[in-house]
């Protein structure tokens, strides 16, 4: 965290101080914004907590509900999701509220007497160390309430509007706020009463019955497994040892049951079999009472002890695998030739299963993705098609994450017999839990995905997969750190240049880099980024030596690394880095010893690796998504 650069703060240094519309920010909702959220869920709260950072964009994030949510319906948060909570500065916090899940126990019918369960194994959560973050349960509201303190405290002073629902929208063919919504008041004295707000785009995340997607013609299209679950969050007695650890457990004819141990020490989600579904049910299991699931669950658990001495929440589903086309409201065949208006994310563009987890992960990444897209646009640093490479990328995640959900919810409503051996559940499960855990996603070349980048100068950061940190020291106060830590949820591309194996001062490759960095009027700094900002205000430039710290003098790196800040034009002394000679990040992330850059967006996915010497590429580069601001 960086702060007194613009003066002495002696007052929490979270809270940024008010700029732009965030300057006597009114109450009540506006007759025209810039970008109108519908829906205060997880893709809503992430998208309206990035464009929190951009202060003349003015957002607002209406909700029908009367107040913040209080009870989630989601419980995990995977390791990507804590990655991307490090960046809105609330990850250590969460993690000491939350329950760290582990290991995962499977449980299966006793040989000698199958009416009883009994654990078979126990497996590493994370095997293949693919984060230094664990897996999370808690209650989704609560990553809901971190994200509306990180709005607040931005110089937006955002906070969501809540009380209204969509009533409607159109879409005119001109004007600078073409889409008209019509919401309505859904709580308070003046519930009932229409309002009518003109934006200039509109994110629906509205959850899966979304009048969004309806508004512009989408569906969700898919198919239902015919198989039901039912949902609960515990408080029980019980002796059954495994009670706070992940569990999957198969029993002989009563069904199965994905155990999930939840925060605060005590409770504890059940998703327990509930059995096919008969064709023409007409929605009966979705009425089965809750002492029906406890019952089951009894069964299931047997020979243990199930007393439930409250039931916190419970529901009944059908496994559902639903995904729209397309995720705004181009039509496929006038796509780049209609620039899109209204975006759909979260469950009212996808919905599955809720048993891998990735409902409410995957929509996060879904408003991550747009949501600085949408500012880069509205503040005039990049074209509008920027705006279509959103649905380009998620629509594909998503299709994906169907693809993965139906294989697993496959496997989880399988009986034990299906099975050949103890283990094949257990390598189902391993298969899939580097994709649950959000780091299968890859992004396809664009004009912000370089194509042809060069992949060999640095193979631990594959381009168009997330920035995967490793630990290195910061130069100018010899701290140990992780540096995917130190890129916030600010709207910056970030561009790392690992050196070559030249000292700073020497003549190299990488000190050319920082003098056409610092110079070329092609360069980030120079050519797009508009004079009377911070040097580093729109591109966040680093370098990363490969020598020890105390062999990399900070008077010999070159400039470009040094940015001078603030109204004071302070020098920030803490983009320097030297590899850790006991783990080096050069080894670990395959980083060629002649140097690379890598450049990584704003939602921390990989945009491109390049040869230290390839400035010409990376001029290139910009010129496809980054308009010249002098």
């Given at each position: ?380 640093r990049s074209p509008a098609g920027l705006l279509d490479t959103y649905s380009a990328e998620r629509q594909k995640v998503g299709q994906s994450l169907i693809d993965q959900d139906l294989r697993w919810a496959t ?16 390598q189902a499960y391993l298969r899939i839990t580097e994709f649950a855990q959000g780091f299968m996603t890859q992004y396809e070349p664009s004009m912000i995905t370089l194509a042809g980048s060069r992949q060999a ?85 680093k370098v990363v030596y490969q020598q020890d710290h105390t062999a990399v003098d900070i008077g010999g790196v070159p400039r470009a690394f040094l940015p001078r800040v603030g109204p004071y034009k302070l020098t ?59």
């Amino acid at each position: 965290m960086k702060y007194h650069h613009h003066g002495y703060v002696s007052s929490d240094p979270r809270i940024q101080p008010p700029a732009g519309v965030g300057i006597d920010r009114p109450e009540d909702l506006p007759d025209q914004v810039d970008v109108l959220i519908v829906g205060a869920g997880p893709a809503g709260m992430i998208a309206a907590a990035q464009l929190s950072q951009f202060p003349d964009i003015v957002t607002r994030i209406v909700e029908r509900r009367a107040g913040r949510l209080e009870i989630g319906l989601a419980d995990g948060m995977q390791k990507r999701s804590i990655e991307t909570f490090e960046a809105f500065g609330f990850a250590q916090q969460l993690i000491a509220e939350a329950c760290q899940v582990t290991e995962t126990a499977f449980w299966k019918p006793d040989p000698a007497q199958p009416e009883n369960i009994v654990r078979v194994s126990r497996v590493d959560e994370d095997p293949q160390n693919v984060s230094e973050y664990p897996h999370l349960t808690v209650n989704h509201a609560r990553v809901l309430d971190y994200f509306a303190e990180f709005m607040e405290n931005a110089p937006t002073r955002m906070k969501p509007d809540y009380g209204y629902e969509f009533v409607g929208l159109t879409v005119a063919d001109e004007g600078d706020h073409p889409v008209t919504v019509t919401l309505k008041r859904s709580a308070g004295d003046q519930a009932g009463e229409e309002r009518v707000v003109r934006a200039r785009y509109v994110l629906g995340s509205d959850g899966a019955h979304s009048g969004v997607r309806k508004a512009i013609g989408q569906t969700l299209r898919g198919v239902s497994s015919n198989h039901a679950w039912g949902v609960m969050d515990l408080l029980a007695d019980t002796d059954f040892p495994d009670i706070r650890t992940k569990c999957a457990i198969q029993s002989e004819s009563n069904g199965n049951i994905l155990l999930i141990p939840r925060e605060g020490g005590f409770l504890f989600r059940a998703y327990v079999d509930l059995g096919d579904v008969a064709p023409d049910d007409g929605g009966a299991i979705r009425r089965t009472p809750v002492e029906q699931i406890i019952a089951r669950a009894q069964r299931i658990f047997h020979p243990y002890r199930l007393d439930v001495r409250h039931v916190a929440w419970h529901s009944v589903y059908e496994v559902g695998h639903r995904l729209c086309d397309h995720f705004d409201d181009v039509p496929p065949e006038q796509v780049g030739r209609r620039m899109p208006r209204v975006f759909i994310a979260g469950d009212a563009s996808h919905t599955h299963s809720a048993k891998a987890g990735q409902g409410t992960n995957a929509s996060m990444q879904d408003g991550f993705n747009l949501g600085w897209k949408l500012g880069h646009v509205l503040e005039g640093r990049s074209p509008a098609g920027l705006l279509d490479t959103y649905s380009a990328e998620r629509q594909k995640v998503g299709q994906s994450l169907i693809d993965q959900d139906l294989r697993w919810a496959t496997q989880m409503a399988k009986s034990s017999e299906a099975f050949a051996s103890h283990a094949d559940f257990e390598q189902a499960y391993l298969r899939i839990t580097e994709f649950a855990q959000g780091f299968m996603t890859q992004y396809e070349p664009s004009m912000i995905t370089l194509a042809g980048s060069r992949q060999a100068l640095a193979t631990g950061y594959p381009v168009g997969k997330r920035f995967r940190s490793a630990e290195v020291m910061r130069v100018a106060d010899a701290n140990r750190l992780h540096l995917g830590h130190e890129a916030r949820a600010d709207g910056r591309w970030r561009i790392y240049a690992f050196a070559d194996a030249a000292r700073a001062g020497e003549d190299s490759p990488l000190a050319a880099l920082g003098r056409w960095l610092d110079e070329s009027p092609d360069s980030p700094i120079r050519g797009y980024t508009p004079a009377g900002l911070d040097e580093n205000a729109w591109f966040d430039l680093k370098v990363v030596y490969q020598q020890d710290h105390t062999a990399v003098d900070i008077g010999g790196v070159p400039r470009a690394f040094l940015p001078r800040v603030g109204p004071y034009k302070l020098t920030d002394l803490e983009n320097v880095y030297a590899a850790l000679p006991d783990l080096d990040i050069f080894q670990l992330r395959g980083i060629d010893r002649q140097g690379a850059i890598v450049i990584v967006r704003p939602d921390q996915y990989v945009a491109g690796v390049l040869a230290l010497t390839a400035t010409d590429e990376l001029a290139a580069f910009l010129r496809t998504f980054a308009i010249r601001q002098r």
